[in-house]
């Protein structure tokens, strides 16, 4: 497999490439030069691939809770199964950590409950909103991968680098 060595050394290189797929995982669109563009498509392609191999595999589970009044109610807990956790923490491994913003005009209360409980909102993205939309653009058009789109935009001013818009499609 070659890679482009875009002018970095090797550490430097992979987390700037992992630094522009999260990127384009969590805005859905990056504008960037093509050779970036190229390496950042090829490695959120694969981050998708593994999140769409195993977003499927959830356990659920019964379990018996007592509240304050002594009754018993039982509860239905959803957790991951061994292949979504697997995927959970490669993709864990692979992206960098993005954190929610709080929408303008949006209330500290309501954004405290809006994001509770979610400790990696770019994964939890990933298995819940993309992962799906992409299984079943599967199913419907037939073939798998081509999740991302490289449009060619201007040539930058200064160094007269090719400039291109990535994007999901």
């Not at 449009?151 to 930058?156: F, G, M, P, S």
Request: aromatic residues 4%.
């Amino acid at each position: 497999m070659s890679t482009k060595k875009l002018g970095r050394p090797t550490d430097q290189r992979l987390a700037m490439v992992a630094n522009l797929a999260t990127d384009l995982l969590w805005y859905g669109r990056i504008e960037t030069t093509l050779d970036r563009a190229k390496e950042a498509a090829k490695y959120a392609e694969k981050c998708l691939t593994i999140a769409i191999k195993g977003y499927a595999d959830v356990v659920t589970a019964e379990k018996k809770t007592v509240d304050e009044k002594g009754k018993e109610k039982t509860v239905t807990v959803n957790k991951d199964g061994a292949k979504k956790l697997n995927a959970r923490r490669r993709l864990l491994s692979m992206l960098e950590d993005r954190q929610e913003q709080r929408v303008k005009g949006e209330k500290k209360a309501a954004f405290a409950a809006r994001t509770q409980g979610i400790k990696n909102p770019l994964i939890e993205k990933m298995f819940d909103e993309l992962a799906p939309k992409y299984v079943q653009r599967a199913e419907e058009k037939g073939n798998a991968g081509g999740y991302t789109r490289i449009i060619k935009t201007t040539l930058r001013r200064g160094d007269n680098a090719q400039m291109c818009i990535v994007e999901l499609v």
